[in-house]
């Protein structure tokens, strides 16, 4: 069991950044891939990123592709997702999720999930 908590969410102004963090329960983090989903409101989960183990690669979704990036420190079995350059459309409720195996932009693939953070932007 991985227990995931997610922090760094709030409300920002369009171009403004926000950084946020997934903190995991087990000191075998580094076993899983790691990805960013988010959900807007009346919207199906979409996914935002994801990282290998290593950190050595990562992988976006197009909406954010040059915006965003995804990283993880190992050794504090965290990782981050730095987001630049927001856009009204980037409000979402936005959800860490651990993985061993599968395809990384399907959320079926993964096995656990934090509670997610909100993140506004307002225009």
């Known amino acids: 069991q991985v227990q995931l908590v997610e922090s760094g969410g709030g409300l920002v102004q369009a171009g403004g950044s926000l950084r946020l963090s997934c903190a995991a329960s087990?000191?075998?983090?580094?076993?899983?891939?790691m990805g960013w989903f988010r959900r807007a409101p009346v919207k199906e989960r979409d996914f935002v990123a994801a990282?290998?183990?290593?950190?050595?690669?990562?992988y976006y979704a197009d909406s954010v592709k040059g915006r965003f990036t995804i990283s993880r420190d190992n050794a504090k079995n965290t990782v981050y997702l730095q987001m630049n350059s927001l856009k009204p459309e980037d409000t979402a409720d936005y959800y860490c999720?651990?993985?061993?195996?599968?395809?990384?932009?399907?959320?079926?693939?993964?096995?656990?999930w934090g509670q997610g953070t909100q993140v506004t932007v307002s225009s």
């Open positions: 999720a651990a993985f061993q195996g599968g395809t990384y932009y399907d959320y079926e693939a993964y096995d656990y």
């Open positions: 087990r000191r075998t983090f580094s076993k899983y891939m």
């Open positions: 990282i290998s183990r290593s950190g050595g690669s990562t």
